[in-house]
């Protein structure tokens, strides 16, 4: 098994760019996260969605967007990229709400923005 | 006050040492206390997960939890150089919305010398 795979690892963008960072899981969990590392900082939770339809936002979720059409999929877009998001981005899941706390992650995205 | 503090290291110390990793929190309403050990460009990976107060033991590492001091704690007996990471401390509450989100401290560095 994969696990949590995250595409792309790195990425520069030009200020008012937009993309989209791809995660796939093949453990067939329910739940998945975007977190956000900033060095020196904590993970912030960015959004989460419980399941195939069902998204909901998190901590830090301005300036992004994220859609949940497959069990395996969570994808999450960046509109108008903006300096302020410059950060390692990494995808997670875990099996149920009651093992929020053994989160799956992903290598991360590097993304700078320019 | 922070939400989770952290001290951020750097650690160093002589292979064999024993490894003390503290956190200290605000929230008396956080129920569920993990540890995360994330290696260099890596995602974190989960090292211990705990309820409540008291201690669990995994190998070589204890995670403990004093709820009414509102402290947590790593310890790593005979510490191996392949223990030279970041260890971050995570927290969540029990119910309502914010159940879905981890809070994480800033991160420990350690590094064991041989």
């Known amino acids: 098994n994969a696990g949590v795979t995250q595409t792309p690892k790195f990425r520069i963008l030009k200020i008012g760019q937009s993309m989209t960072l791809q995660c796939a899981q093949d453990?067939?969990?329910?739940?998945m996260y975007w977190y956000r590392q900033d060095p020196g900082m904590g993970l912030k939770l960015i959004y989460y969605s419980v399941g195939a339809g069902i998204t909901d936002k998190g901590e830090v979720p301005n300036g992004y967007n994220v859609s949940r059409s497959t069990t395996e999929d969570f994808p999450l877009r960046l509109e108008l990229a903006a300096p302020s998001q410059t950060s390692v981005y990494f995808c997670a899941s875990s099996y149920s709400w009651e093992r929020t706390g053994e989160l799956f992650f992903g290598e991360g995205s590097r993304l700078t923005v320019l | 006050q922070k939400e989770v503090e952290q001290d951020p290291g750097p650690l160093s110390v002589p292979e064999g040492a024993i490894v003390s990793l503290n956190c200290t929190y605000s929230?008396?309403?956080?129920?569920?206390f993990m540890w995360y050990r994330q290696y260099s460009r890596k995602g974190p990976e989960l090292l211990m997960y705990t309820y409540s107060s008291g201690n669990k033991e995994d190998g070589r590492f204890t995670a403990q939890v004093d709820k009414s001091s509102k402290y947590i704690s790593l310890f790593i007996r005979d510490s191996q150089p392949s223990d030279s990471a970041t260890y971050l401390c995570a927290m969540r509450l029990n119910s309502g919305a914010g159940s879905y989100q981890l809070t994480f401290g800033k991160g420990t560095k350690l590094s064991v010398i041989p």
């Open positions: 929230n008396s309403a956080f129920q569920y």
């Open positions: 453990m067939n969990h329910n739940y």
